[in-house]
Nanobody
Framework: VQLQASGGGLVQGGGSLRLSCVAS????????MGWFRQAPGKEREFVAA????????IYKDSVKGRFAISRDNAKKTVYLQMNSLKPEDAAVYYC??????????????WGEGTLVTVSS
């Protein structure tokens, strides 16, 4: 499944952004999906995931209560609503099919991410 993330940008601390990730194939609806991020000089890390039918979500502790993941299977799209953004949230964000038990991507293959920059 090819994935294209978008919606990143420059935002002031405390602001909001909504990221989108569109899949190229209908098999998207069979997968649990997640968002990951990678800041400069750091390893890629898990942010949030949602089950294939949207009935279960999990989050990295530091984003709980600020971020919300959702999906629209008819549009083959997964979203990440990010509120109360902090400078430490700045990173390139990627979406991927995800193993929710291990909070890791199913494959080590990444599409283009979207850059989020947060000014203090």
């Amino acid at each position: 499944v090819q994935l294209q993330a978008s919606g990143g940008g420059l935002v002031q601390g405390g602001g909001s952004l909504r990221l989108s990730c569109v899949a190229s194939q209908r098999t998207f609806t069979s997968y649990n999906m997640g968002w990951f991020r990678q800041a400069p000089g750091k390893e890629r890390e898990f942010v949030a995931a949602i089950s294939w039918n949207g009935d279960r979500n999990i989050y990295k502790d530091s984003v709980k209560g600020r971020f919300a993941i959702s999906r629209d299977n008819a549009k083959k799209t997964v979203y990440l609503q990010m509120n109360s953004l902090k400078p430490e949230d700045a990173a390139v964000y990627y979406c991927a099919a995800t193993n929710m038990a291990t909070m890791t991507p199913l494959r080590d293959s990444w599409g283009e991410g979207t850059l989020v920059t947060v000014s203090s």
